[in-house]
């Protein structure tokens, strides 16, 4: 059974950091893409930031130069490093890894997904 276990989320003020971690077990995901989306209330779920299989990188504009995807083939592990964090990145974060090597954008596109974790900024 696969599953993905989020951690590092919680409550930060604005400016703040926070580093959220997702550990795959079930199967390993060391040549898959990964990402991070994100669902905030009354709001669909969006895509934050992908990683491919070999280290390759796409993130949503408002993001960009805040947050960092990175990932430890050898722990089975993504990462998602936030720092700058404004109160519009309040969301629940959810880790997802796909069958694919190629890192998609579309929550469609990927097969396994964690429970999520709560990021709250306050202003």
């Known amino acids: 059974q696969v599953q993905l276990v989020e951690s590092g989320g919680g409550l930060v003020q604005a400016g703040g950091s926070l580093r959220l971690s997702c550990a795959a077990s079930g199967r390993t995901f060391s040549s898959n893409a990964m990402g991070w989306f994100r669902q905030a209330p009354g709001k669909e779920r969006e895509f934050v930031a992908v990683i491919n299989w070999n280290g390759g990188t796409t993130y949503t504009d408002s993001v960009k130069g805040r947050f960092t995807i990175s990932r430890d083939n050898a722990k089975n592990t993504v990462y998602l490093q936030m720092n700058s964090l404004k109160p519009e990145d309040t969301a629940v974060y959810f880790c997802?890894?796909?069958?694919?090597?190629?890192?998609?954008?579309?929550?469609?596109?990927?097969?396994?997904w964690g429970q999520g974790t709560q990021v709250t900024v306050s202003s």
């Open positions: 997802a890894g796909r069958g694919g090597r190629i890192a998609l954008t579309s929550t469609s596109s990927y097969d396994y």
